[in-house]
Structures are given as C-alpha cells and as structure tokens.
C-alpha cells in the first residue's frame, strides 16, 4: 500500500508538470513568434516478483508473462511545436514574418548568436534594425537616417529610397538559419533560442533558398498556441491530478482499516 502512494503521487507530480507547461502556453498565447510546447511521460522502473518466461514447474513449463509491478511515471520531455503559427498584417514595414521554415539571427549581449521567430523589429538609433530587446539583425541591416521608404523583398534583399536617386538602393540582405532538429534548440527567453548540440549546426542561407521560409514584410506570426486545445488539456490534466489523489486516500483508508484490527 506504501508503494501504491508513492505511484499515485509521482502521477500527481507528472500532472501537475503538464498543468506548468499549459499554463506557460497559455499566458504566451499572444506572444509573437511563440511556440507552444508539449509535456510528455514515461513509465518508471518496475518491481520485478517473477520475471516473463520463468521456470514454473520441474518439467520445464514457463510462465508467459511474469509479474512486473511499475513504480509510477516521470516527465521524459518537454517538447515544443514549431508548426507554423498564423500571420497577422501590422502595416509596420520593419515587421517580418517567416513563411515556413527558419530564424532570424540576433546577435546577442554576450557575442553568440540568438535565433528568433518574433518578426517585431525597429530601429536604434544607429539604424541598426533591433528586436524590442535591442538585439541587432545578425546580417546587419543598417537604415540611412535620411531613406524614406524601406522595402524587403520575399528573398531578404531590403531596399530603401534615398532623397535626389530615382533607383531604390540596396542597404542589407536578411539571411535566415534552419536546423536539423529545431525541438533541440534552448529557449533563453525573450522570444530567442540557442543552438545546441541536439539541435545541431544552423544552415544559413538566403530566404527561399534551401528549404528556408521566404519573408512577409509588414507581417508577424503569431503564437501557434491553440487556446481552446489547450484549455481542454488541462481539464484532462485535472481529472488525472483528482484521479491520482483518490489513489492514494483509497490506500490511505486501506493502511487504517490493517491498523484497526484487532487480534
């Protein structure tokens, strides 16, 4: 009975792991470039009393399945999804959406390089073209003071009108960065990730080139999370948590009615 309170109270720990993540999507749910990720489980040890295929008689008779009594569950994962999230029109001309696969490289405060799906840019005052965080575009997109219109083609090419020339000039070109495994890579924070090993090297390429996603100007995607799914995961979760809970009061009730007895 002790082993069957440890079990239902590693369920309760895994719900309420699932219910930390819901909430995270949820309160992301208007989050720009935000992906909605995944808790997922897996058995723990068991507690093996009699291994499958074990000697039952003298006679060389096996049992077909043994008795193996699981120890309970633990988080395995927590994955997220990177299907592509809706796009929604700003009218801003430095906001840019992927349409497909890919990042936009950031450079960040510490010299790596930060990888974004948030297509929420500006400018600073060097006309560098930043995140909200500052964090500059990584192919170094720089506008002139003076230009008085910015255009960015679905290639990345980002072309500007300067007073007294009649031919837009080319001032950056965006470059996007794929992975092999995207799940792989580590959120920072910030709507940025870092590669790691499990995610693999990026491949920088131009947009529309090598399996990159081409670029939307004056879009952003939005967070792919879907509220009413989610919202219906975590009655799912409640009940596994409630379930869980009246596990180990049936177990607690069963150890009180063993010291109730009387000789």
């Given at each position: 009975?002790?082993?069957?309170?440890?079990?239902?109270?590693?369920?309760?720990?895994?719900?309420?792991?699932?219910?930390?993540?819901?909430?995270?999507?949820?309160?992301?749910?208007?989050?720009?470039?935000?992906?909605?990720?995944?808790?997922?489980?897996?058995?723990?040890?068991?507690?093996?009393?009699?291994?499958?295929?074990?000697?039952?008689?003298?006679?060389?008779?096996?049992?077909?399945?043994?008795?193996?009594?699981?120890?309970?569950?633990?988080?395995?994962?927590?994955?997220?999804?990177?299907?592509?999230?809706?796009?929604?029109?700003?009218?801003?001309?430095?906001?840019?959406?992927?349409?497909?696969?890919?990042?936009?490289?950031?450079?960040?405060?510490?010299?790596?390089?930060?990888?974004?799906?948030?297509?929420?840019?500006?400018?600073?005052?060097?006309?560098?073209?930043?995140?909200?965080?500052?964090?500059?575009?990584?192919?170094?997109?720089?506008?002139?003071?003076?230009?008085?219109?910015?255009?960015?083609?679905?290639?990345?090419?980002?072309?500007?009108?300067?007073?007294?020339?009649?031919?837009?000039?080319?001032?950056?070109?965006?470059?996007?960065?794929?992975?092999?495994?995207?799940?792989?890579?580590?959120?920072?924070?910030?709507?940025?990730f870092t590669e790691t090993a499990a995610s693999g090297a990026p491949q920088q390429s131009?947009?529309?080139?090598?399996?990159?996603?081409?670029?939307?100007?004056?879009?952003?995607?939005?967070?792919?999370?879907?509220?009413?799914?989610?919202?219906?995961?975590?009655?799912?979760?409640?009940?596994?948590?409630?379930?869980?809970?009246?596990?180990?009061?049936?177990?607690?009730?069963?150890?009180?009615q063993v010291n109730q007895m009387k000789r």
């Amino acid at each position: 009975m002790d082993r069957a309170m440890w079990t239902a109270a590693s369920g309760m720990q895994a719900q309420r792991t699932r219910i930390d993540v819901i909430s995270n999507d949820l309160a992301n749910a208007n989050t720009n470039g935000f992906k909605q990720s995944r808790a997922d489980f897996q058995d723990q040890m068991y507690q093996v009393e009699r291994l499958p295929g074990a000697k039952s008689s003298a006679n060389g008779d096996r049992v077909p399945t043994g008795t193996q009594i699981g120890l309970g569950v633990q988080t395995g994962s927590v994955s997220p999804n990177f299907e592509q999230g809706s796009l929604r029109s700003t009218g801003n001309d430095l906001d840019m959406a992927i349409e497909g696969d890919g990042f936009f490289r950031v450079q960040l405060p510490n010299g790596e390089t930060g990888y974004t799906r948030a297509g929420n840019f500006n400018l600073n005052a060097q006309g560098q073209v930043v995140t909200p965080d500052g964090y500059a575009l990584a192919s170094g997109v720089n506008i002139p003071e003076n230009a008085t219109n910015v255009n960015i083609s679905a290639d990345g090419t980002v072309d500007v009108n300067l007073p007294g020339q009649n031919v837009p000039a080319t001032v950056g070109q965006i470059q996007l960065a794929t992975f092999v495994n995207p799940a792989g890579l580590r959120a920072e924070g910030g709507n940025v990730f870092t590669e790691t090993a499990a995610s693999g090297a990026p491949q920088q390429s131009q947009p529309g080139v090598n399996g990159a996603g081409t670029v939307n100007q004056g879009f952003v995607e939005q967070s792919n999370v879907s509220v009413v799914d989610e919202m219906t995961n975590m009655i799912a979760a409640q009940r596994a948590y409630e379930v869980n809970s009246k596990a180990i009061q049936t177990s607690d009730q069963m150890l009180q009615q063993v010291n109730q007895m009387k000789r």
